[in-house]
Every structure is written in C-alpha cells, then in structure tokens.
C-alpha cells in the first residue's frame, strides 16, 4: 500500500480483499484501511521579542529622559472611560514606543576586544609569511 511518509503513522490496519463490485478496469487488488488522522493544533506565531538596551537606562541622562517621555504619554492617556484590556494594551504599547525611541535596541557583540586583537595578530603574521616567500 503507497501512503506518503506523513501518513504512515496514521493507518491502523491495511488487509486486501476482493470486491467483486469494483470494476476499476486494471489488474490491481483493492486495498482496504483503516485509517485514523490525527490532526495537530497549529501553533500560533510568536511575535519575535523586542530586546532593549537596557544598559543605557545607567546614564542619568537618558534615565532622565525616559521618565520625561513615559510621564508625557501618560498625561495624554485617558483612561477613564475604557476597559481594563484597552487600558493594558495602551499602557504597554507606551512602555513599548517609548522604550525602543529612548533606548534602541540591544545589538548583539560578537566582536570582542579579544577576538579584534586575534585577527590583527593573524593579518601581520600573515604579511610576514609572504614577505618571507617573495624574493
């Protein structure tokens, strides 16, 4: 019985009998399976996660424009007339703005001092081996 590869976990049994009522018109004996599908809950997409630079919240100053920036998109809020959802969804969408506008986001350091050091070290031994070779 050809089932594709996916399937294949999915078929509980599979026998062959006659039928005499098929006319199919080929020489081929009828397969009879039971089949049971399992079907997977399809997973939602993430949302990929924002990554800050929270490091920069340590300069007073942009500590300090942060708070400024947060306070005055608070100000402008009115909170009064709406749900508890619509007020967390519009708190954290501030938080969110504001954050990536004053601080950015994290870059990642894959060059280090150390690693930018190796390479220097590795360009001049490398001048030095074709200096040597070349007559």
């Not at 006659?18 to 006319?23: F, H, L, N, S």
């Not at 306070?71 to 809020?77: D, M, S």
């Not at 709406?82 to 060059?111: P, Y």
């Amino acid at each position: 019985m050809l089932a594709p590869q996916r399937y294949k976990s999915s078929i509980n049994k599979a026998m062959t009998r006659k039928y005499p009522g098929a006319d199919i018109g080929s020489d081929h004996v009828l397969v009879l399976a039971a089949f049971k599908l399992k079907l997977n809950s399809k997973s939602k997409a993430k949302s990929p996660r924002l990554h800050l630079d929270l490091e920069k919240l340590k300069d007073p100053n942009i500590s300090e424009t942060f708070r400024v920036q947060i306070g005055g998109k608070l100000a402008a809020l009115t909170l009064i007339d709406n749900d508890v959802d619509t007020m967390a969804n519009s708190l954290k969408e501030v938080f969110a703005s504001t954050a990536e506008e004053v601080l950015g986001r994290k870059r990642r350091t894959t060059q280090t001092n150390e690693v930018l050091d190796l390479c220097d070290k590795r360009r001049e031994l490398r001048n030095l081996s074709s200096e040597a070779t070349w007559p």
